[in-house]
């Protein structure tokens, strides 16, 4: 498989098209063509701010189509991926009744159900078959909304495209949702060579059955398309022939695939009129916008989505997906773009891209801003403008203009992006947000940025940090301060310093001038690096921040007990995860009280709810060290008198394949790990049906011998 020459960008506008898709649709998903003519009329631009909800929301459209396609990287991005193995990668990132998905109930939401198949123990493809959950549930619209990843990686091969979007789909559908699915992906990925919409159906129809209501119906709808002048027409004959009255169920993938075809085809290939058609005719309106957004983003490039109103400012890039890797939840359309090119060339044989050295910020695309934002408050309102420009960069071919002006002694200007949720994103409707910060006292912040020769030295830069406080208020942290040398660029780099447990919210850079003056300052890059060294437990000061750092696949978890932590954990295992999936080389510890417990200890290398290594006190008067990677290992025992409402400290290191485990400073395993050993990850509290007390959590870096 060769790739396109501009791959990475239609990538990139591929994410955007849908995410401006989802979150344009998404305040009004579920209404009536006819409530929203009469409410909102026809939807032309985002309109949240009439439905007095957020832009940027948690969403399952977006949450499952950059989570799911995890799956291949964790097998070796291997094209023989199973439906099996894409069914454990639910299991791993998914949150019982938290994340990602619809929890509407066994029989009534078809993810839900099909989750609740792969928890006891029925593999994908049975957990979403027909012959096991019964035609309509398994043939709603989730098979659709969550495909376009599939795409994405299959660049030109609409085949390669359909296959993994049946092995993919056949997890939680069947039927015709996987023949919608298909539809979808086969033309999204020669959407990335062919610029004809007709040629991307035909393909795309082709390989689906002849004699499926999916070829059927949109056979139907290009017959329309081509004798009647007006798409509400065309609707009219959607709803009296394929409408939710035919095909039952909460939401059936065929009425809304069939607006899908509606907005691409009437829409003449604008980005703007195909979304206005498809999110205004109604029934699913995120999940439907959000896919003819992806297939014209890639198809038209940001030059399409450019071309109309400014999508795109509002955005800011950013997105948001909880799942149990709570450390990636915080992310940006430009960094899930490389995370899902570099799929793409792994499977073309090619070598990943890291722009900037794999800096975490790099503005390599075009209009990427990647979720800064300029400070809007009283003293910096109007001082700051943010553009993507190309040049001014050491490192790479693009930087982050920011454009002052009339910036004087007694005003600033700032800009700042999210490590952690922020406060505006707290409760977001029907999907929680669970994260991590990304960001971790002890690890070393770099930013490079250069001045333009106009400024004559009076502008100085700062970077600093907010952190969640007492009654989780935002608290300033400050970093080192210079002034910027006209024309050159500088580097700054700051070791973050203890934040006494506080989460880390967000990052910035602060602009001051000795005199009245407009111009540029240019961020080429801004990253971070190394282990956290850090401790976690109840602040002082109050607050709920400091408890939400944790990602939560626990059962039941109150933090208004006495001990920092406690787990109480129904059926099976649960785990309390805090940290991000690059972590390395580190030693976690805590102190455990079992209460009760099948086990309790502590995770380290943690990289979703079934992926890790734990040291655990075991009823059987036992300590033990398992490995969850498809299943649970123990990998080494040890006979320990331990009892139930005893403290205990434990520690587990993980250094490269050596991992070693200590109750009460006594090493009790030394062990090497030679099967595919889980080399990086977040930190976790474990409890196994029953109760245990956790404090003093820290996790430390260790350096490893050469």
């Avoid at 960069?393 to 002006?405: M, V």
């Avoid at 001045?451 to 608290?475: F, K, M």
Wanted: negative net charge.
């Amino acid at each position: 498989m060769s790739l396109p020459n501009d791959y990475t960008e239609r990538v990139y506008a591929g994410v955007l098209g849908k995410l401006i898709g989802v979150y344009l649709g998404r305040p009004f998903e579920g209404w009536s063509y006819e409530r929203i003519m009469a409410e909102l009329g026809a939807i032309r631009y985002y309109v949240h701010e009439r439905c007095n909800v957020p832009l940027v929301v948690t969403d399952d459209d977006i949450s499952g189509t950059f989570t799911f396609l995890r799956a291949l990287p964790d097998y070796g991005n291997r094209p023989d991926l199973t439906p099996q193995q894409i069914g454990q990668t639910w299991l791993n990132y998914i949150i019982e009744r938290r994340t990602i998905l619809w929890w509407g109930g066994l029989g009534n939401s078809t993810e839900h159900t099909a989750y609740l198949r792969l928890k006891h123990g029925i593999p994908a493809p049975r957990s979403g078959s027909i012959a096991l959950n019964g035609k309509v549930v398994a043939e709603q619209i989730g098979a659709q909304i969550f495909i376009d990843g599939w795409a994405m990686i299959a660049p030109g091969d609409p085949e390669r495209a359909a296959d993994l979007a049946r092995r993919a789909a056949s997890v939680s559908h069947d039927g015709e949702a996987i023949y919608g699915a298909q539809v979808l992906a086969a033309m999204e990925a020669m959407a990335f060579v062919e610029p004809n919409l007709a040629t991307l159906i035909d393909t795309a129809v082709a390989l689906i059955p002849r004699d499926s209501v999916i070829a059927r119906m949109i056979a139907d709808i290009r017959e329309w398309h081509a004798t009647l002048p007006d798409w509400r027409q065309a609707r009219a004959r959607i709803v009296a022939n394929y409408g939710y009255d035919t095909f039952g169920g909460n939401c059936h993938i065929v009425p809304n695939h069939a607006l899908i075809h509606l907005g691409l085809l009437y829409g003449q290939d604008d980005f703007q009129q195909a979304l206005l058609i498809t999110s205004t005719s109604g029934w699913d309106t995120d999940c439907n916008a959000g896919n003819v957004g992806c297939l014209l983003g890639i198809k038209n490039g940001l030059a399409g989505i450019e071309a109309g109103p400014d999508w795109r400012g509002p955005l800011a890039d950013r997105l948001y997906l909880p799942t149990a890797d709570g450390g990636r939840a915080i992310t940006d359309a430009v960094r899930e773009t490389y995370h899902i090119v570099n799929i793409g060339r792994a499977l073309a044989g090619a070598a990943p891209l890291a722009p900037k050295g794999g800096a975490r910020f790099h503005f390599e695309l075009p209009g990427a801003v990647q979720g800064f934002q300029a400070e809007e408050s009283a003293e910096t309102r109007g001082t700051l403008a943010l553009e993507n420009v190309a040049g001014h960069s050491r490192l790479g071919q693009r930087s982050l203009a920011l454009r002052y002006r009339q910036l004087a002694p007694g005003r600033v200007a700032r800009v700042t992006t999210p490590t952690f949720i922020p406060p505006g994103a707290a409760t977001l409707g029907n999907y929680a947000l669970l994260a991590s910060p990304t960001l971790y006292p002890g690890q070393t912040v770099r930013a490079g940025l250069a001045a333009d020769a106009e400024n004559h030295g009076q502008i100085s830069c700062q970077l600093y940090l907010r952190v969640y406080g007492a009654n989780d208020e935002l608290v300033r942290i400050d970093g080192p301060e210079a002034r910027l040398v006209p024309g050159a660029e500088q580097s700054f780099s700051w070791v973050v310093p203890d934040t006494g447990g506080a989460p880390i919210a967000e990052v910035g850079l602060e602009l001051r001038s000795t005199r009245r003056a407009d111009g540029s300052v240019y961020l080429d890059f801004l990253t971070w690096e190394g282990m956290p060294r850090a401790t976690f437990g109840r602040p002082p000061a109050g607050g709920s921040m400091w408890r939400r750092a944790w990602v939560n696949g626990i059962d039941q978890d109150n933090h208004s007990w006495p001990e920092d932590y406690r787990l109480v954990q129904n059926e099976g295992t649960g785990l309390l995860i805090q940290g991000t999936r690059e972590w390395a080389n580190y030693r976690v510890s805590a102190q455990i009280t079992p209460h009760m417990a099948q086990a309790a200890g502590i995770a380290a290398c943690v990289q979703g709810m079934r992926r890790y290594y734990a040291l655990l006190l075991a009823t059987e008067g036992q300590a033990r060290l398992v490995k969850a990677l498809d299943g649970e290992a123990v990998l080494a025992t040890a006979e320990l008198n331990w009892s139930f409402g005893t403290r205990y400290t434990l520690r587990l290191q993980v250094v490269g394949d050596q991992i070693q485990g200590w109750v009460d400073d006594q090493l009790l395993f030394a062990i090497k790990d030679e099967e595919r050993p889980l080399l990086s990850g977040a930190i976790g509290l474990v409890c196994s049906e029953g109760r245990a007390a956790v404090d003093q959590v820290a996790v430390a870096p260790v350096v490893q011998a050469s």
